[in-house]
């Protein structure tokens, strides 16, 4: 290697070498990203990537992630609740499925969602939670989008990117606690506790406490619509507070 010679060709051969080594890599990164989508609608415009990737295609715990998506159609006037059940099996959940209802396998429970009246029941299961009301219109469809989310302490940045819906979002706290800000403030949630936002309202989520958060999400959104935008989205501009940007609050 002392030799001029050999010096000229190695300097000559390095950037082939780097440009392909760089080549190489670029191209299984490519491969698995196209492969966290199985359709245009699992990351529609505005919805962040994580939570569109469908949970079965999940490469890590962490994260947010869609378990199911039901048109649920132009809904019934009147108050209406999003209904959390838990069964033994998934084969039971269904079995007990009536309209507008959805059966989820999300952090290791069979679960049972619905979207009813208040006083909807099913003949049986175990009781979570009723959410709502849950504030929609009635000359428009919906659609409900399940997700799951995952974030160990500190893994959600407080006061980070704002966002709203085209619909109610609503939150169950399994473990962990979680921090919403919003123009009228923040609302906390810890382990068994739900929280709702109605449709329209800018939001920025973040954790809370010292323990994993781990939450099932609900946005019933209108269908012609996206499940949600971010703040700086042209499509934001002249809704309420589309000036808003989160302060950090959470983090006080």
Not at 29 to 49: E, F, L
Not at 164 to 175: D, F
Request: glycine share 10%; net charge neutral.
């Amino acid at each position: 290697m002392n030799s001029p010679r050999l010096r000229t060709l190695v300097v000559l051969c390095l950037p082939l070498v780097v440009a392909t080594a760089i080549a190489i890599d670029a191209a299984p990164r490519t491969r698995r990203q196209s492969t966290q989508v199985t359709s245009p609608r699992a990351t529609p415009d505005g919805m962040p990537r994580g939570c569109s990737t469908l949970v079965s295609e999940r490469k890590m715990e962490a994260g947010c992630y869609t378990t199911a998506e039901t048109p649920l159609g132009i809904l019934p006037s009147g108050p209406l609740f999003w209904h959390l059940y838990t069964y033994p099996s998934r084969a039971a959940a269904e079995t007990l499925r009536a309209t507008r209802g959805t059966a989820v396998e999300s952090h290791g429970k069979h679960w049972l969602f619905t979207i009813a009246e208040e006083g909807w029941r099913p003949s049986a299961g175990e009781k979570v939670a009723t959410i709502g009301p849950l504030l929609v219109a009635t000359d428009k469809p919906y659609t409900a989008r399940y997700m799951e989310a995952v974030f160990p302490p500190g893994s959600q940045p407080v006061g980070g990117t704002g966002h709203r819906h085209p619909g109610p979002e609503a939150w169950y706290v399994l473990s962990g606690a979680q921090c919403l800000e919003t123009p009228d403030g923040v609302i906390r949630a810890s382990a068994g506790d739900t929280t709702l936002v109605p449709e329209g309202v800018p939001m920025a989520i973040s954790d809370a406490g010292t323990e994993t958060r781990r939450t099932v999400v609900l946005i019933l959104h209108v269908s012609s619509e996206p499940p949600a935008f971010f703040l700086d989205d042209p499509r934001s501009s002249g809704a309420p507070h589309s000036h808003w940007r989160p302060l950090g609050l959470c983090g006080q």
